[in-house]
């Protein structure tokens, strides 16, 4: 298991009620369940529609349970933005 950090952005963060928060997870799939564990409601709604970054780098269509966290990470959910 990896220490990382999960960040939230715009309605991820609203619905969190937090920016950030620390996870151990070896996968971005475990960090997520994570979440879902403790924010059960709309933040689970929410992250139907997010994006994610691992250190960085998207993780586009990558399957969840692939994507290898490091220690010291950072999980960045995005939900979608509007403008530019």
């Known amino acids: 298991m990896a220490k990382v950090t999960v960040r939230y952005w ?3 963060k609203a619905a969190a009620g937090i920016a950030e928060e620390p996870f151990d997870a070896a ?3 475990e960090a997520l369940a ?3 564990e403790r924010h059960p409601g ?3 709604r929410v992250l139907q529609r997010c994006s994610f970054l ?3 780098d998207p993780v586009g269509t ?3 349970e692939t994507v290898r966290l490091a220690e010291g990470g950072t999980v960045e959910v ?3 933005f509007a403008g530019g």
């Open 42 to 44: 709309e933040l689970v």
């Open 34 to 36: 994570g979440v879902r």
């Open 27 to 29: 996968t971005l799939a």
């Open 62 to 64: 990558r399957g969840h």
């Open 78 to 80: 995005l939900p979608p």
């Open 10 to 12: 715009a309605a991820a």
């Open 54 to 56: 691992v250190d960085g």
